[in-house]
């Protein structure tokens, strides 16, 4: 079992960056590739990020946020991060961290954190 839990979300400018952190219970968290997914009103959860499991050697992005956001890890603290930078009002949505298979698909990943709202204003 895994539990993961989001922090870090909030109101930002335009243009401004936040950084995300997912911190995970259990003692199997480098086991497990993590990814980030965002929801926006109305709309499906959609894939973000993922970093592979164990040293992380591994990501992938969503197109829209390539160059601008930037996923870690630090098993040592059980914590994934999700540097955002430049961010635009399209980002705003609620943040979720899962773990799980190295993918973007929704169906790949067993656990889920509550989300975390971030906020872009123009």
């Known amino acids: 079992q895994v539990q993961l839990v989001e922090s870090g979300g909030k109101l930002v400018q335009a243009g401004g960056s936040l950084r995300l952190s997912c911190a995970a219970s259990g003692r199997t968290f480098s086991s497990y590739a993590m990814g980030w997914f965002r929801q926006a009103p109305g709309k499906e959860r959609s894939f973000v990020a993922v970093?592979?499991?164990?040293?992380?050697?591994?990501?992938f992005y969503v197109d829209s946020v390539k160059d601008r956001f930037t996923i870690s890890r630090d098993n040592a603290k059980n914590t994934v991060y999700l540097q955002m930078n430049s961010l635009k009002p399209e980002d705003t949505a609620v943040y979720y961290c899962a773990a799980g298979g190295y993918s973007g698909s929704v169906a790949a990943y067993n656990y889920w954190g509550q989300g975390t709202q971030v906020t872009v204003s123009s």
């Open positions: 970093i592979s499991s164990w040293s992380g050697g591994r990501t």
